[in-house]
């Protein structure tokens, strides 16, 4: 695998690799000295344009437990406040002599373009509403943790499917490791059309709470009342949001999972983040060994993972 | 007289009809037409064996990008393109900068086009400076030529002011375009939505946006009585209401740009901004519905919508790129190639048709008999070539088939009985 632009890259076979990989690289984070030489000499840039403390510290701490070198090129501290292109900024990299540029840009397809101008490897850490696929791989990885399997299972996505990145990601993900997706969200946060697409649809989230082996609650963004997407917040709150009455409707054994950050009292009451069932801090814990697994697949080879 | 030019060996097809016959020219006009001509030593020889003598092209929608583009196409580089997409002449789209919405931006832009390879038309904007808001004085442009008026890259939102405007145009025999655009559906769209912007997470445009401004300019066309052409219509929904109104015989008019023809918006899912254009690419059902409009004479027009772009600006994030494409020397090859229907159809839609909608009919597109003016082309209908940017005449090379494979392609472009091309050469 030369680039990770999307999970449809990796197919189904590609992402059980990947979390069979990451299984180790869990092992290798919980060591005292959580570090392995298996990316020694290798170096990986992170190209963030847009702010992500999370996935870029993950992807960061990722390459220096593989012990490749690291650069960060934040946009706030960069030549591209100066009118920089894209294209520029990616050659000024690529010229320096990187193995792979981990690219997160507003705009859909910038992986993509980023891919055609570069010999570097292209790792897509989000590009606008299109995809994320490091985060559905660390969300598949966190429910086998707990799950065993994915098959059979019934996940429901919940919340803004339209402009999230993360639900496309994760509708591929799950539904190629054999989940069943069902996406809950009011008509104006679904995308136009689902064509295609392996899930169902409800607007009824109370009726999918009682099946689902997993709730997936997507972060809601302030602005789309001002879109004339949604009457308030609050409306959506009563009628989307995991609030501490609805998550009594959950079975024992369900997850509960956000991408995060979290909007505590819209998307997810501050009682029900808190839960057992929510398994949010165990993802991020695990998106950095995932990260790992993706780093070694694309610049590693074999050998060096060594014993 | 003038240098005399025989097109020797072709087939003459014009709305007359065809038959094989040589073309005389002399004085810049047709000055015989016959089956056998002799040439004296005197008279320069164009090869058209095999090939198709045709009254020029007319483009109905070019944006030629002068002023105040020119990185991106002068009038003079696009007029050479389109003498070697055999238009001898082009309607330049005042979308520039300033826009053509007076008379002065009018005489600039005829002034820069008086030695260009093709006869160099003006479209004026409907409203001051293309802002929706104001009537631009489309009087003083009529009184220099203007023919069409449009704020083409928007279209009119205010059914009020486009009222008045079409109330206002009726009398000076002139006729408006619309961009049929409704801004708010189509707000912060950037591509046709659907199964494939869903996928790709790139916000849509409806269908909607373009049919309900159709639908608008009908009812418009019908109330005022005044003539309405709608410009690059892409979809199944906005040809069957145009289908409806020719029906109803208002006079409504319609074009279709050589990509809605070619091209589904699945092209996007590469996100290469080349790809990106307004009207957008849409979906198979569409790409069909515009083949059979122009196919059964809904759609009076094919017009490039040529629209060029420097390369920096297709390297932008598909989002921020702007919409736009080249057309001028690949739209007859494309019509040529994936329409079915034979080539006088192809040369009705390209030719006499838009001539007549520019108010060009005489000069352009009529048939090719003694007298007429010598504003010609010759088109090999067997020649086979590959689309390379690098070798378009276009400033710019944001083409959409680059290597693709074409059959059909202009040997000859005669403007007013010079050889502006001679064997697929711009000859200036």
């Known amino acids: 695998m030369k680039h990770l632009l999307s999970i449809a890259d990796l197919g189904a076979d590609g992402v059980e690799e990947v979390l069979r990989l990451t299984e180790s690289f869990v092992e290798v984070s919980a060591r005292a000295i959580p570090r392995v030489p298996a990316l020694r000499g290798k170096t990986v840039v992170s190209l963030f344009y847009e702010d992500s403390t999370r996935t870029r510290l993950s992807f960061e701490t990722a390459a220096k437990r593989l012990t490749a070198d690291t650069m960060n090129f934040s946009v706030s501290s960069s030549s591209v406040n100066k009118g920089e292109s894209v294209r520029d900024t990616v050659l000024t990299i690529a010229a320096m002599g990187v193995d792979a540029i981990v690219v997160r840009h507003g705009s859909a397809g910038v992986p993509w373009q980023v891919a055609r101008w570069t010999d570097a490897a292209v790792i897509n850490a989000g590009d606008g509403w299109h995809e994320h696929p490091t985060q559905a791989l660390l969300d598949c990885y966190t429910i086998r943790e707990r799950r065993g399997s994915l098959a059979g299972l019934r996940i429901a996505i919940v919340g803004d499917v339209k402009h999230s990145r993360v639900a496309r990601s994760n509708v591929l993900a799950f539904s190629m490791l054999g989940a069943e997706v069902t996406l809950v969200a009011p008509p104006t946060l679904l995308p136009p059309s689902l064509a295609g697409w392996p899930v169902a649809v409800s607007h009824d989230l109370d009726g999918c709470l009682a099946k689902a082996d997993v709730v997936y609650l997507l972060r809601m963004q302030r602005e789309r009342q001002t879109e004339a997407l949604l009457p308030s917040l609050r409306e959506y709150t009563t009628l989307y949001g995991l609030t501490k009455d609805r998550a009594r409707l959950l079975g024992e054994d369900a997850l509960v999972m956000h991408p995060g950050p979290m909007n505590r009292g819209v998307e997810i009451a501050a009682e029900v983040a808190d839960l057992p069932s929510a398994v949010i801090t165990r993802q991020v814990a695990n998106g950095v060994a995932v990260r790992m697994a993706v780093l070694f697949l694309i610049l590693g080879s074999r050998g060096d993972l060594g014993g | 007289m003038a240098a005399e030019l025989l097109l020797r060996g072709g087939t003459v097809v014009d709305a007359s009809g065809s038959r094989r016959a040589d073309v005389l020219v002399a004085d810049g006009v047709v000055a015989a037409v016959n089956e056998r001509l002799d040439a004296p030593a005197s008279v320069r020889v ?383």
Not at chain 2, 85 to 101: Q, S, Y
Not at chain 2, 205 to 233: F, K, N, W, Y
């Open chain 2, 46 to 428: 164009l090869d058209a064996g095999g090939c198709v003598v045709a009254p020029g092209l007319v483009d109905l929608h070019a944006h030629l990008r002068q002023p105040g583009r020119e990185e991106a196409e002068t009038i003079e580089s696009g007029a050479r393109a389109a003498a070697l997409g055999g238009f001898t002449a082009v309607v330049a789209m005042p979308n520039t900068e300033p826009a053509i919405d007076s008379a002065g931006t009018v005489r600039e832009v005829l002034d820069l086009g008086a030695g260009a390879c093709c006869d160099v038309r003006v479209a004026g904007a409907i409203t001051k400076g293309r802002r929706g808001e104001e009537l631009a004085p489309m009087a003083e442009m009529a009184a220099l030529g203007v023919r069409i008026f449009t704020d083409d890259g928007s279209g009119v939102q205010d059914a009020r002011l486009m009222r008045r405007a079409l109330e206002y145009a009726s009398a000076l025999g002139v006729r408006l375009a619309q961009h049929c655009e409704d801004d708010e559906l189509a707000e912060g769209g950037h591509m046709h939505e659907g199964d494939w912007s869903s996928r790709l997470g790139i916000p849509g445009i409806p269908t909607e946006a373009e049919s309900m401004m159709v639908a608008r300019d009908v009812a418009l066309a019908e109330l005022t009585g005044a003539p309405v052409h709608l410009l690059h219509l892409s979809t199944a929904m906005a040809i069957a209401m145009v289908r409806a109104a020719k029906a109803a015989k208002l006079a409504v008019t319609a074009e279709a740009a050589p990509h809605h023809f070619t091209l589904t918006d699945e092209a996007v899912s590469a996100y290469d901004p080349v790809f990106k254009v307004n009207p957008p690419l849409r979906p198979q059902s569409d790409v069909d519905a515009v083949k059979a409009g122009l196919a059964d004479g809904t759609l009076d027009a094919i017009a490039t919508d040529h629209a060029p772009h420097p390369q920096e600006a297709k390297e932008l994030p598909f989002d921020q790129a702007p919409p736009g494409m080249l057309g001028l020397e690949t739209a007859l090859a494309l019509a040529m190639s994936e329409l079915i229907m034979p080539i006088e159809g192809v040369l009705a839609l390209l030719s006499w048709q838009p001539a007549r909608i520019a108010g060009l009919s005489g000069q352009h597109g009529g048939p090719i008999a003694e007298g007429a003016p010598a504003n010609l082309t010759v088109i090999d209908p067997a020649a086979v070539w590959v689309v390379e940017p690098g070798r378009l005449a276009s400033r710019s090379r944001n083409t959409p088939y680059a290597g693709r494979k074409l059959t059909g392609r202009v040997r000859h472009t005669l403007l007013r009985g010079e050889p502006v091309v001679v064997d697929a050469e711009a000859q200036r």
